[in-house]
């Protein structure tokens, strides 16, 4: 094929790829609109996580967010950075890794810093999704 024909196609196919994106998107709202969606979604708006109903998989995804002061508040009974639990990882910002801190908080439970870095955690929940339909 020659070039011009090969863009042809090309911007052809972005244009219905396009359009059924688009319509992918206004089905999924107006699924999520319904009050079975409505009613599988609703106990997962406290927590996150997924649940099926009658063949769709719905989800709430959830991000952690640490609160950058009460993190340096409670990060500051150590000398040094260099003193710093390994599941912290020094600025820009202070990141947690929150499965191996988990796992400090379990083994070391009446270490000062767990209920300061509790503190400083909490919860975002996103928007629900559609995550998978099994066809019936």
């Known amino acids: 094929m020659e070039y011009e024909s090969l863009v042809k196609e090309l911007v052809a196919a972005k244009k219905i790829k396009s359009e059924i994106d688009?319509?992918?998107k206004r089905l999924e709202r107006e699924v999520l609109d319904t009050?079975?969606?409505s009613d599988a979604v609703a106990p997962l708006r406290n927590q996150?996580?997924?649940r099926t109903e009658n063949g769709v998989t719905?989800?709430?995804?959830r991000?952690?967010?640490w609160d950058q002061d009460l993190l340096a508040n409670?990060?500051?009974i150590y000398p040094s950075i260099e003193d710093w639990p390994s599941f912290i990882t020094p600025p820009s910002e202070i990141k947690v890794n929150l499965n191996k801190f988990k796992t400090f908080a379990l083994e070391?439970?009446?270490h000062p810093i767990i209920e300061k870095l509790h503190?400083?955690?909490s919860t975002k929940l996103g928007d629900p999704k559609i995550k998978a339909i099994k066809e019936v």
């Open 63 to 65: 991000t952690y967010v």
């Open 48 to 50: 996150g996580g997924e």
């Open 58 to 61: 719905f989800e709430i995804k």
């Open 108 to 110: 070391n439970p009446k």
């Open 119 to 121: 503190a400083a955690l």
């Open 22 to 24: 688009s319509k992918i």
């Open 74 to 76: 409670a990060l500051s």
């Open 35 to 37: 009050k079975i969606a």
